[in-house]
């Protein structure tokens, strides 16, 4: 007989178990038997995600299998062993891959941002260990912010109107990348991993630090906005709702 997976130490509050329940069910996101691998930077959003996607497990219509990976850029500070802990409570496969991407970054970019080969290199290191263990569907933990935040700066430094998509095939067609946080605010994953007490890894990214990012200031921009309108975000999100869905996984 089939037992059922571990429950988190903390419930997910249900703000947040609603605004994840419909992006899965708008986007179409996670499917019967289904592997997903999800993105733990050590972060608050993705430690949030994995343990909503967890809690989502006990009960869902479908059955899906969960597994975590965490890459190591292996910059000083950066301490994801902590998570090990974590990861055995949850009861979640957890992979840890350690990369010198920031040596390499120093050799190898050319008109690059740290940032964007950052992000580059870790999502290709995702791609390959979702190839060699099994897993069709890599969910990452980009929320609502992060959306809006991309839009602008799309819009402002690249003429065009991008942002994240929800759900969609990589290049290569053989894995689909969902956001289940697509509808929920930075500001609910920051209170849930706080409450629950999520064994957050500090961001030590020498690069992050040396001068404030387009992202940092975009984000300023927009928490003044918000200040003016509370309704900013959510109007973002019904403008941006065609640009979720472009290029949508089959």
Sequence with gaps: ???????????????????????????????????????????????????????????????????????????????????????????????????????????????????AYCARMKRGIMYRLCREQGYGVLALAQHLDDLAESLLMSLFRGGQLRTMKAHYRNDAGDLRIIRPLVYARERQTAAFADAAGLPVVPDSCPACFDMPTERERIKRLLATEEAENP????????AMQPLLREGEAP
């Excluded at 309704?231 to 019904?238: A, D, I, N, R």
């Design 231 to 238: 309704q900013v975000f959510q109007s973002m999100l019904h």
């Design 1 to 115: 007989m089939q037992t059922s997976p571990p429950i988190p130490p903390h419930k997910p509050p249900k703000s947040l178990l609603r605004a994840v329940g419909r992006a899965i069910a708008e986007h179409d996101m996670i499917r019967d038997g289904d592997r997903l691998l999800v993105g733990v930077s050590g972060g608050k959003d993705s430690l949030s995600l994995l343990a909503i996607l967890k809690h989502l497990q006990t009960y869902a219509p479908v059955r899906f299998e969960l597994a975590a990976v965490t890459v190591d850029p292996q910059v000083p500070g950066f301490e994801p062993a902590r998570l090990a802990a974590h990861m055995e409570v949850l009861g979640v496969p957890w992979l840890l891959e350690a990369q010198p991407i920031m040596d390499e970054a120093r050799a190898r970019m050319d008109g690059d941002s740290f940032c």
